[in-house]
């Protein structure tokens, strides 16, 4: 049966992160000195009183997990995360409801990126940290986090990073998940602090350089203002989001040991990072030319906005340097193909990972062969690794999964009146965690706000699954989970 105390006590554990996280909050608001102290006070109080009672409930707790507590216990991280992350924005009275704040923070976390506030340069400096924090710390996940922060805090560790982990095939970076996981998030760090670098080098100041760069490593999107990086109007800025934003779109395994080690070929023989490459690559011609011929852009701009935008939807950032929603409608198409793939498995990006895209072409390459040789026996290998039949058939079930849950809310949504383009690619952009949506009603660079509380609720849910590849947060659904042993 699920073993709570242990939950309980990962839980309590994971809050007093989260304190940690709105402390740093708090020294922003000092810093500037705005409404926002006594808010993050409360917020930090009512978080740790939160973590006190859970490690309280979990005290004497078994120091081991069974891989139905992993499950239950991921789940339960984001979702308890993003209730008590809520508090900021309710005590502080910037979001008037908890559907709203929940929605707000569901979406910092899993790096969505989509918002409920039609203007942000409203808010006080601390919440606007708060909400770039949100998605710099889900950007690798809660518990990866956890995991190489308190390694010791449980036994069957690697099963926790498997439910939250992404994409079909895991690659060890050390045998200690451990001190795996803290490699991983110094490469994360080095991203980060390059970015902001970089971003104070083209005019940013300290504040809107580390806010942008936390949110463009995470591939989350959040901006403090308005108009998101168009309000630099700085092609070296764009450029540059650009770049670091495709770089979190890498696996970051294969970064660190392409860049440590100096192995870059082994970078180009990839096939999910040729797979990556080609598709931003063949898109952004495809935009380009469009943009050209339809919108009368020059050359340089519309490769720069059709480079800006295939990035920034491919690896679900949702930052934008240009309206999309003014686009040819041709171009929706292509954004929302960048949008249901996504990045490599094993970075910050959402979507169906350029990995499964692989191995779907190769199984779809094997069957045709197999039309022509019924008793050839045909391997399937990606990177010189061999897919095991198991795997096949879940990369199958994930995707009819993926596809079966993006129809039926769509259908949900349409049913109760939203529009048929908006309704689907707000389901699309959740499932794969991007953050913009294409639409009339709500388009890219609109906030969210419009929608009734069913369907944010909805979003949030979707949200949620998506980010943790869907099956995490199903099998907890399933009656089989909590009956049987």
Not at 156 to 182: D, N, W
Not at 262 to 272: D, M
Request: glycine letters at 8%; one cysteine or more.
């Amino acid at each position: 049966m699920i073993n709570f105390r242990i939950i309980y006590k990962v839980l309590g554990a994971l809050l007093f992160i989260e304190v940690t996280l709105m402390a740093w909050c708090l020294l922003m608001a000092l810093y500037f000195g705005e409404d926002d102290i006594l808010t993050f006070t409360i917020s930090l109080i009512i978080t740790l009183l939160g973590g006190i009672l859970l490690r309280f409930l979990g005290r004497n707790a078994e120091n081991r997990l069974s891989r139905r507590d992993s499950f239950l216990v991921v789940t339960l991280a984001w979702i308890v995360f993003s209730i008590f992350g809520t508090i900021p924005f309710l005590i502080g009275g910037y979001l008037h409801s908890f559907t709203d704040a929940f929605f707000e923070n569901m979406s910092g976390f899993t790096t969505t990126g989509a918002t409920i506030f039609d203007d942000v340069e409203a808010l006080p400096h601390g919440i606007l940290f708060w909400r770039s924090l949100t998605q710099w710390i889900g950007g690798l996940g809660i518990v990866f986090f956890t995991v190489a922060l308190l390694p010791s805090l449980v036994n069957g560790s690697t099963k926790v990073f498997a439910a939250e982990s992404t994409g079909p095939i895991k690659t060890k970076l050390h045998p200690k998940l451990s001190m795996g996981a803290r490699w991983i998030w110094i490469v994360y760090l080095f991203i980060t602090f390059a970015c902001m670098g970089s971003y104070m080098l083209f005019g940013m100041d300290w504040f809107e350089g580390i806010n942008f760069a936390m949110t463009s490593a995470a591939t989350g999107g959040f901006s403090i203002y308005n108009n998101s990086t168009e309000f630099f109007h700085s092609p070296a800025i764009e450029y540059t989001t650009t770049f670091f934003c495709f770089l979190s779109g890498v696996n970051f395994t294969l970064l660190y040991f392409s860049a440590a080690k100096f192995k870059f070929k082994e970078l180009w023989k990839n096939s999910e990072f040729q797979f990556y490459c080609i598709i931003i690559l063949a898109f952004t011609v495809f935009i380009m030319v469009e943009l050209i011929t339809r919108n009368h852009y020059d050359v340089e701009r519309a490769f720069r906005s059709g480079l800006f935008q295939v990035v920034s939807f491919i690896t679900t950032t949702g930052l934008f340097n240009d309206d999309a929603g003014q686009w040819p409608h041709v171009t929706w198409v292509v954004l929302s193909i960048c949008m249901f793939f996504g990045a490599c498995s094993g970075s910050t990006s959402g979507g169906l990972k350029c990995a499964r895209g692989v191995m779907l072409l190769k199984v779809i390459r094997n069957e045709l062969r197999q039309r022509l040789h019924p008793n050839a026996v045909l391997p399937l290998k990606v990177n010189s690794i061999n897919i095991p039949n198991s795997q096949r058939v879940s990369l199958l079930a994930f995707l009819v999964t993926y596809l079966l849950l993006l129809l039926l809310v769509s259908f949900v949504m349409i049913a109760t009146g939203i529009d048929n383009v908006n309704a689907i690619t707000i389901c699309l952009s959740c499932m794969a965690n991007v953050g913009p949506t294409l639409g009339l009603e709500i388009g890219p660079t609109m906030s969210w706000s419009l929608l009734p509380d069913y369907a944010k609720w909805f979003c949030s849910i979707m949200m949620l699954i998506g980010r943790l590849e869907i099956f995490t947060v199903i099998v907890i659904l399933t009656p089989s989970f909590w009956t049987k042993n």
